[in-house]
Nanobody, 124 residues
Framework: QVQLVESGGGLVQAGGSLRLSCAAS????????MGWFRQAPGKEREFVAA????????YYADSVKGRFTISLDNAKNTVYLQMNSLKPEDTAVYYC?????????????????WGQGTQVTVSS
């Protein structure tokens, strides 16, 4: 089992920045990838960014490329999402997720473990 706890959400004006954190605990040695997803009201959950622990590759949704950066602090078992140039359409609940399966599609939503979510609201 892997437990995930997110923090760092909040209210910010358009053009501003926020950094989300996700601390992992439990069987973290078995993780294959960690990612961030978001869900806006009335919409399906969507992929935002992910970090592959094998190979240290990063993946981004087209909508956030160049504005968001995902990073990993191995010593702290924490993954971060630095969000810059935020737009009102980035408003959503952001979820951290982890998978232990190499068969998981990293840019999909079929991850094994999920955090509780943190609200990000961008005002215009």
């Amino acid at each position: 089992q892997v437990q995930l706890v997110e923090s760092g959400g909040g209210l910010v004006q358009a053009g501003g920045s926020l950094r989300l954190s996700c601390a992992a605990s439990g069987r973290t040695f078995s993780m294959y990838a960690m990612g961030w997803f978001r869900q806006a009201p009335g919409k399906e959950r969507e992929f935002v960014a992910a970090f592959s622990l094998s190979g240290s590759r990063t993946y981004y949704a087209d909508s956030v490329k160049g504005r968001f950066t995902i990073s990993l602090d191995n010593a702290k078992n924490t993954v971060y999402l630095q969000m810059n140039s935020l737009k009102p359409e980035d408003t959503a609940v952001y979820y951290c997720a982890a998978t232990t399966s190499v068969r998981t599609v990293i840019t999909g939503t079929k991850y094994d473990y999920w955090g509780q979510g943190t609200q990000v609201t961008v005002s215009s």
